[in-house]
T-cell receptor
Framework: AQSVTQLGSHVSVSEGALVLLRCNYS??????LFWYVQYPNQGLQLLLK????ATLVKGINGFEAEFKKSETSFHLTKPSAHMSDAAEYFC???????????WGAGTKLIIKP | GAVVSQHPSWVICKSGTSVKIECRSLDFQATTMFWYRQFPKQSLMLMAT?????????EQGVEKDKFLINHASLTLSTLTVTSAHPEDSSFYIC??????????????FGPGTRLTVL
């Protein structure tokens, strides 16, 4: 069965520091991969998605993620954290065969001043 | 970008009453909408897939008689929580898939509805 694992329910970084949020998936076929962000009291917004066009995907707000097939990973990074990045981040995988998303448990990103 | 709205954004109701939540795609048509439930500090749980003009497909463990889904048009799906109980209190989120989208399309999410059952 497909699954998504996000390592760390909470990640805390200082403002200006590198952000790294980890996502590993299990899939028998190359999947579509997504990162969504949920700001407090708001709905989910798509940050970026991998659709096999390029392994390094650039998203909004300076985030990017790299698809590594050998590691079955799709980690999210941002070179320099900003206070406004504080939110919950969800990794999701969509098997090629249907449109349902399989979600990771989410990682809450905390930015320290 | 594509916008999905939900109404109401929050609702408080008495135990035993029914609550209807609307999900609308504002600037695109959606043949498929998804209903999720999110518990505090947990990820989204897919409840059902709603297809325009046909019956919804419910995930295992979701009571279809309790969570009634209607997708009568390409821009509107409704979720009715019947005879609500305190354990139904949760954050309900819908998403919609653009009918014009191909295999690379994306789900667009509504802002969610906070349901509190007293």
């Amino acid at each position: 069965a497909q699954s998504v694992t996000q390592l760390g329910s909470h990640v805390s970084v200082s403002e200006g520091a590198l952000v790294l949020l980890r996502c590993n998936y299990s899939s028998s076929v190359p999947p579509y991969l997504f990162w969504y962000v949920q700001y407090p009291n708001q709905g989910l917004q798509l940050l970026l998605k991998y659709t096999s066009a390029a392994t390094l995907v650039k998203g909004i707000n300076g985030f990017e993620a790299e698809f590594k097939k050998s590691e079955t990973s799709f980690h999210l990074t941002k070179p320099s954290a900003h206070m406004s990045d504080a939110a919950e981040y969800f990794c999701a995988v969509r098997p090629d065969s249907n449109y349902q998303l399989i979600w990771g448990a989410g990682t809450k990103l905390i930015i320290k001043p | 970008g594509a916008v999905v709205s939900q109404h109401p954004s929050w609702v408080i109701c008495k135990s035993g009453t029914s609550v209807k939540i609307e999900c609308r795609s504002l600037d695109f048509q959606a043949t498929t909408m998804f209903w999720y439930r999110q518990f505090p500090k947990q990820s989204l749980m897919l409840m059902a897939t709603s297809n325009e003009g046909s019956k919804a497909t419910y995930e295992q463990g979701v009571e279809k008689d309790k969570f009634l889904i209607n997708h009568a048009s390409l821009t509107l799906s409704t979720l009715t929580v019947t005879s609500a109980h305190p354990e139904d209190s949760s954050f309900y989120i819908c998403s919609a898939r653009d009918v014009a989208g191909g295999p690379l399309d994306t789900q667009y999410f509504g802002p969610g509805t906070r349901l509190t059952v007293l």
